[in-house]
Each structure stands twice: as structure tokens, then as C-alpha cells.
């Protein structure tokens, strides 16, 4: 599995404008409702702040993964946006999050939603790639860097 199978370009933000989780997890549901304009964006945010309320998905290393899953979805879909400021995530290591990874999955889909979960926390395990990103001047840029490492691993 690959991440440019679920991340498309117009999909990714090089600069969000959110202070707070739940600004940030509006604005990830406004790019994922862009790419499914069949899905609302307040029951997105709902659906991602419930999975967040569970436990929080800042996974450390400035990292996010915010996701759920949808009724009436047919596959995967992802957004991605940085926050260069960093925003409180609640993150397991209490530092400020500065890159999110929104990602949805059809509701009867456990299998490929874990997948995809575990081949975006691989691919941002690496400090250099995360840092790339953050240096990155631009959303096409941020996806290139993406789209690179996904091809290597």
C-alpha cells in the first residue's frame, strides 16, 4: 500500500491556520470534504474529534494522525497540512504537532485502515523526512517529499 494511493496533491496545506485541535481538525475536514464533496464537513470534524476524545493521535515527534471512519465511503482518503507554529495536540510526548495526517476509511474496512495507519506512522518515524517537510517551501513540494519516500519503502 501506498500513501499517494489516498493522498492526492490538492490535498496537502503547507501552512495551516489553526491554533487549536479542534480549528485543526475543522480545517483537515474541509480539505477531505474538497476531495468528497458527498461527505459534510461538521460530521467529519465530529467523527475525527470522537476518535481524538478516545485517545489522542498525536503520536509524538510533532506528528498527528488524526482519522475515523465513514458510512457510505468507498476507499480511503487522506489530507495532510503543517503547522509551523505547532499546535497542542495532546500529543503522548507533550511537545507542540506540527504535521497532521487526516486520514478517513470506509466504515467495514479495519483491515486497510491499519495498514494505512501503520504506513504513514512508518514512513514519519524518520526525523530527516519530517524535517524535510518542515523546510519545504510549498504544499507541491510536501507532497513530492511524500510521494519520494513512498516510492523507497
Do not use: C
Not at 487526516?102 to 518515524?125: C, D, T, V, Y
Amino acid at each position: 500500500m501506498k500513501i499517494t494511493e489516498f493522498l492526492a496533491p490538492e490535498s496537502v496545506v503547507s501552512s495551516l491556520a489553526a491554533t487549536d485541535k479542534a480549528g485543526l481538525v475543522s480545517e483537515l475536514s474541509e480539505l477531505l470534504q474538497k476531495r468528497v464533496p458527498t461527505l459534510n464537513r461538521e460530521e467529519l470534524s465530529l467523527i475525527l474529534m470522537d476518535r481524538e476524545h478516545l485517545s489522542s493521535t498525536g503520536i509524538g515527534e510533532g506528528v498527528a494522525i488524526p482519522h475515523g471512519k465513514v458510512s457510505g465511503l468507498n476507499s480511503l482518503v487522506a489530507a495532510f497540512g503543517v503547522s509551523k507554529p505547532g499546535v497542542d495536540f495532546n500529543s503522548i510526548d507533550g511537545k507542540p504537532t506540527h504535521l497532521f495526517f487526516a486520514l478517513l476509511a470506509p466504515e467495514n474496512s479495519a483491515g486497510i485502515h491499519l495498514k494505512a495507519l501503520a504506513r504513514i506512522s512508518r514512513i514519519f518515524k524518520s526525523p530527516a523526512f519530517r524535517n524535510s517537510i518542515l523546510e519545504a517551501k510549498d504544499s507541491k513540494a510536501i507532497y513530492d517529499i511524500i510521494a519520494a519516500e513512498d516510492s523507497r519503502s
